[in-house]
Nanobody, 111 residues
Framework: VQLQASGGGLVQAGGSLRLSCTVS????????MAWYRQAPGKQRDLVAS???????NYADSVKGRFTIARDNGKNSVYLEMNNLKPEDTAAYYC??????WGQGTQVTVSS
């Protein structure tokens, strides 16, 4: 099983980024997907999740700014991030079924 995340980068506060995570080696449509993030020295926290039926859940800190979506035809999950804040700076990881992890993609938001 491989989860390949991409889309991170450096952006100014108020800007936007779109993260992508493509899964291979397993049936994608049968698993819940999620994005987590981890800032230096902090624990890894759930940012957003999407079920197999596309029911979504968000951390309070990102509600109204981030949107998670999945495309079963492309074996991919996305995280659209708008109005980014410096406190969103972290490594972002995609997760499949609370078991499999991607390699992480860095998001840095400058003030």
């Amino acid at each position: 099983v491989q989860l390949q995340a991409s889309g991170g980068g450096l952006v100014q506060a108020g800007g936007s980024l779109r993260l992508s995570c493509t899964v291979s080696g397993i049936t994608f449509r049968t698993a819940d997907m999620a994005w987590y993030r981890q800032a230096p020295g902090k624990q890894r926290d759930l940012v957003a999740s999407i079920s197999t039926k596309s029911s979504t859940n968000y951390a309070d800190s990102v509600k109204g700014r981030f949107t998670i979506a999945r495309d079963n035809g492309k074996n991919s999950v996305y995280l659209e991030m708008n109005n980014l804040k410096p406190e969103d700076t972290a490594a972002y990881y995609c997760n499949m079924g609370r078991v499999f992890w991607g390699q992480g993609t860095q998001v840095t938001v400058s003030s």
